[in-house]
């Protein structure tokens, strides 16, 4: 027993406050949490979308767990823009709580995507603070040229179109096709 039960102890049982139970953490912090996020698809063409998604989850244990609620808040190490920088969590698995946002890069390389859960309180618990991030791969788009040979055909002749897809990336270019229309 510490100085301070020494001293709180006796006049919370002289005021009738009885005893507070022990905590494993500090309340005013919060249950811990952990932030975790990904994005899908990932890597991703410059100037597509791919969507983020953050999953918060109380990790205080020992019977003590709640589901997380709130907002989550995304931010970007790079250029490019969200649909929104924040989103409302929603029950998911276990004691965790998810959201997603679409984000669109506008430059080619890495940039880190940053979830971020505030402390937050609701009508039964407190979560605390918590950030995950993860890498986002922005590729640039492959260029497309064609070419007609011979360029110019008489009446009823024949030109060859080669169409030629160069990729500048190092990640192989997947499920492309072309149609005629």
Known sequence: MNAINYILLPLMLALGLGVLPARAHNPSNGHPTVTTVTCTPNPVGVS???TCTATV???IGGGQDAVPTGTMTFSSSGAGSFSSTTCTLAPAAGFSASCSVTYTPTAIGTQTITATYPLTTNATHRFG?????TTLTVLARPAVAKAFSPIQIGTAGTSTLTITLSNSNTTAI?????TDT
């Open 48 to 50: 597509a979308s791919t």
């Open 57 to 59: 989850t109380d990790i």
């Open 129 to 133: 603070t918590s950030f995950g991030t």
């Open 174 to 178: 997947t499920g492309v096709a072309f």
